[in-house]
């Protein structure tokens, strides 16, 4: 199972039976739907409303990303297991299990961003003083996560920790890709328009997870549910941000993506044409490995919630 990106003005699609067909100028592209989970479109192009259910009546998720990376999502639907999200909903209500979900989803992300530093330091032992130090900090803010007593101080560690795990980042980056730091909506410098997308990416992974486990993606933990938002997805990428900022770093250490492969637009700077040529094969290549934990991850998370509210109404 794969995903097709759609990233040409030109481009047309059709479905024919069991077969999309992707026009782009003179080539033609035939692709059978059993062999995709997602559909990708990044440029301006017609699709019919029956292509879109059809791609969602056959199990596909598309993902329409537009101007300033903002995007919608069109997800496969089905009956799913009420049981699992009566069980969210509760588990959302119960503050003492809000909070011990939240907290399990930032410890995760702190332990992949420290895993992803160690590989750093191997990588480059010039760097040890900075790299030591952030790993410190993190070291600092994990410790204080099993004393936090509401969400609040939560979003505090993690946020601090971000930082921390920036500055460290940001020095191993060249200095052409001009970060000073985390910034976005819209990204200032080409560096946060890789990670930007990137996220965006993956949340979209994490929304169709979900989906597929039988969970609300709207409704999560760590971050309050708010209008268009998929928190819950928001929840479940944190523990796997590391793997695309290790990825970006590759790409940008490598020069296979340089200043020269993003313009500015309206205040924002964005990845051209030919950088997404590069991009988009990079992330798929990411996802083959990583696609399968994070539904693994998703499923086990709906396993979990009923059990954690069954022993929580059985303690009281």
């Known amino acids: 199972m794969g995903t097709l990106y759609l990233d040409h003005k030109s481009a047309s699609v059709e479905r024919t039976g069991p077969v999309l067909t992707v026009r782009n100028g003179l080539s033609t592209q035939r692709i059978p739907l059993s ?56 588990c959302f209500e119960n503050l003492a299990l809000k909070l011990r979900l939240a907290a ?98 993956l949340h979209s992974e994490a929304v169709g997870a979900l989906a597929a486990a039988g969970l609300e993606p709207r409704l999560g933990f760590l971050h309050d549910p708010a209008w268009g938002r998929a928190s819950l997805a928001a929840d479940l990428v944190e523990g796997w941000r590391a793997s695309v900022d290790e990825m970006v770093w590759q790409l940008c250490r490598d020069r296979l993506l340089r200043a020269d492969h993003f313009a500015s637009q309206d205040g924002a700077v964005l990845l051209g044409k030919s950088g997404r040529g590069i991009f988009f094969p990079a992330f798929e290549s990411l996802m083959r490995t990583q696609r399968p934990p994070l539904r693994r991850f998703a499923r086990l998370l709906a396993a979990v919630l009923p059990r954690l509210l069954a022993q929580s109404r059985l303690a009281t």
């Open 35 to 90: 062999l995709l989970d997602r559909v990708v479109v990044c440029a301006e192009i017609a699709l019919p409303m029956s292509l879109l259910v059809a791609l969602a009546e056959s199990g596909v998720t598309t993902t329409l990303i537009g101007r300033r990376q903002r995007f919608a999502h069109v997800l496969p639907h089905g009956p799913g297991d009420v049981l699992r999200l009566i069980a969210q909903v509760h």
């Open 104 to 201: 399990w989803m930032v410890r995760r992300k702190l332990r992949a961003h420290q895993r992803f530093l160690a590989r750093l330091l191997a990588a480059r032992p010039d760097q040890r003083l900075t790299l030591t130090k952030t790993r410190q900090r993190l070291t600092e803010r994990m410790r204080a996560i099993a004393t936090a007593t509401t969400i609040d101080e939560l979003r505090g560690i993690e946020g601090a920790a971000a930082r921390d795990y920036f500055e460290g980042y940001g020095v191993m980056l060249p200095p052409e890709m001009g970060f000073t730091g985390r910034n976005r909506r819209p990204p200032k410098d080409p560096a946060n328009a890789l990670l930007s997308l990137a996220y965006t990416l």
